[in-house]
């Protein structure tokens, strides 16, 4: 898995590539939450992003529950069929904002 956190102002865009599983979440979570402050959005760019397990959901709850203590917003985009499967089964989707496209984010 790669991934790659760009600032645009008060956005942090993540972009995941691969399988977002227990051996690269960890290092991701200490990345992306290191660099999350009050005020910051996130958007994660998921177009890329092929599997995603319990370590990896679990990072993006992390990340909501921070924003949401900020006062800020989390956006998923471009879920992919797989990963999405998860998503529905564990219920996870009702939690998130999920948007079709990077482009059909709001903030």
């Known amino acids: ?34 660099k999350m402050s009050e005020g910051k959005n996130v958007l994660f760019d998921l177009s890329k992003m092929v599997h995603i397990d319990s370590s990896g959901l679990g990072v993006l709850v992390q990340v909501l529950q921070k924003a949401k203590s900020c006062g800020s917003k989390v956006v998923l985009a471009a879920l992919q069929p797989g990963p999405k499967i998860v998503f529905d089964i564990t219920k996870v989707s009702r939690v998130f904002e999920i948007v079709p496209t990077v482009a059909d984010a709001k903030f």
């Open 1 to 34: 898995m790669t991934w790659e956190i760009t600032e645009e102002g008060n956005l942090l865009k993540v972009s995941i590539e691969g399988r977002l599983v227990a051996a690269g979440a960890p290092n991701l979570r200490e990345e992306l939450l290191g």
